[in-house]
């Protein structure tokens, strides 16, 4: 944390005093908690318009953020905090292209801040304007500045990640399932949650009309990193190797496809039964425990 605290005070040029966590108001906390996160951009930069892309994260303490802007015009870096001597958030910047950016915000209202900048360019000059944060939604913001010969407005539109596969989702499917066949046969499915909960274990079993094993596969539903997807890899009784993967759609309903892309399954667990549809057959599965 010295080290840390030392590298801010560089990076800050030793001139804005960093609030403790017992320092930061929390109010102002959750108005900086916004800004955390990652958000595409357009920026209108006099007059001409180009994409990019805002990030901000907290430092442990949650006392400063880390922020990067990022498009093919400006590369640059930044650092905020609160400074409880003059009870306005700031923010340092550094750009490759512009220098030392430092904005003050005072908190007007739960959306609006309002405040200063002082851009120090690499030659030396200095420039001084007024700048804006607007919260125009739960997950939209825009940013107007004027500083010297240079007026920005940024809208700014929070990237909502993907909620990554969670195997917690098949909970549901725990248990033993059986679904009569039209030749007499059963296929039987169990489900089991690893100690762990991080897979379903799984085996599905054909029995004949006289209840002997005419097929059976094993198989464990985990999350596939590559592809960011809950995937069953199974192994048949003939040592056949094989892999589903698992896409939750609306409601109590999964669409499953195999590796070879030649086949799909829905399944539908819903009032007691698991239904599957595949190819025109359909199989009514009851729990039986």
Same mark, same amino acid.
């Given at each position: 944390?010295?080290? @840390?605290?030392?590298?801010?005070?560089?990076?800050? %040029?030793?001139?804005?005093?960093?609030?403790?966590?017992?320092?930061?108001?929390?109010?102002?906390?959750?108005?900086?908690?916004?800004?955390?996160?990652?958000?595409?951009?357009?920026?209108?930069?006099?007059?001409?318009?180009?994409?990019?892309?805002?990030?901000?994260?907290?430092?442990?303490?949650?006392?400063?953020?880390?922020?990067?802007?990022?498009?093919?015009?400006?590369?640059?870096?930044?650092?905020?905090?609160?400074?409880?001597?003059?009870?306005?958030?700031?923010e340092i910047w550094y750009g490759t292209e512009t220098g030392r950016l430092e904005t003050r915000y005072k908190i007007k209202s739960d959306k609006m801040w309002t405040g200063t900048t002082v851009l120090s360019g690499f030659d030396g000059t200095s420039s001084k304007g007024t700048n804006r944060v607007e919260k125009t939604g739960a997950d939209s913001f825009r940013y107007t500045e004027t500083t010297g010969d240079r007026t920005m407005v940024l809208e700014n539109k929070r990237i909502r990640q993907q909620q990554a596969p969670?195997?917690?989702?098949?909970?549901?499917?725990?248990?033993?399932?059986?679904?009569?066949?039209?030749?007499?046969?059963?296929?039987?499915?169990?489900?089991?949650?690893?100690?762990?909960?991080?897979?379903?274990?799984?085996?599905?079993?054909?029995?004949?009309?006289?209840?002997?094993?005419?097929?059976?596969?094993?198989?464990?539903?985990?999350?596939?990193?590559?592809?960011?997807?809950?995937?069953?890899?199974?192994?048949?009784?003939?040592?056949? /190797?094989?892999? @589903?993967?698992?896409?939750?759609?609306?409601?109590?309903?999964?669409?499953?496809?195999?590796?070879?892309?030649?086949?799909?399954?829905?399944?539908?667990? /819903?009032? %007691?039964?698991?239904?599957?549809?595949?190819?025109?057959?359909?199989?009514?599965?009851?729990?039986?425990?």
């Amino acid at each position: 944390m010295k080290n @840390f605290t030392l590298l801010l005070a560089v990076f800050l %040029g030793n001139a804005v005093p960093v609030a403790t966590a017992e320092e930061l108001p929390e109010k102002i906390r959750h108005e900086m908690q916004f800004l955390v996160g990652d958000w595409e951009f357009t920026a209108t930069e006099n007059g001409e318009k180009h994409p990019g892309r805002y990030t901000a994260r907290w430092t442990n303490n949650r006392t400063v953020l880390l922020m990067t802007f990022r498009s093919d015009k400006h590369n640059a870096t930044g650092m905020g905090t609160w400074d409880p001597v003059t009870n306005e958030i700031v923010e340092i910047w550094y750009g490759t292209e512009t220098g030392r950016l430092e904005t003050r915000y005072k908190i007007k209202s739960d959306k609006m801040w309002t405040g200063t900048t002082v851009l120090s360019g690499f030659d030396g000059t200095s420039s001084k304007g007024t700048n804006r944060v607007e919260k125009t939604g739960a997950d939209s913001f825009r940013y107007t500045e004027t500083t010297g010969d240079r007026t920005m407005v940024l809208e700014n539109k929070r990237i909502r990640q993907q909620q990554a596969p969670d195997v917690s989702t098949l909970s549901g499917f725990v248990g033993t399932w059986e679904a009569k066949l039209e030749n007499g046969g059963t296929r039987r499915w169990v489900f089991t949650m690893s100690p762990e909960g991080n897979f379903l274990n799984n085996q599905l079993t054909t029995l004949d009309a006289d209840g002997k094993t005419a097929w059976s596969m094993n198989g464990s539903i985990g999350v596939h990193k590559d592809r960011s997807a809950l995937t069953n890899w199974c192994v048949s009784h003939n040592g056949a /190797e094989m892999a @589903f993967y698992w896409q939750k759609m609306d409601g109590p309903v999964w669409h499953v496809t195999n590796n070879k892309n030649d086949r799909s399954w829905k399944f539908t667990l /819903e009032n %007691g039964l698991l239904t599957s549809v595949s190819q025109g057959l359909v199989l009514k599965f009851k729990r039986l425990k």
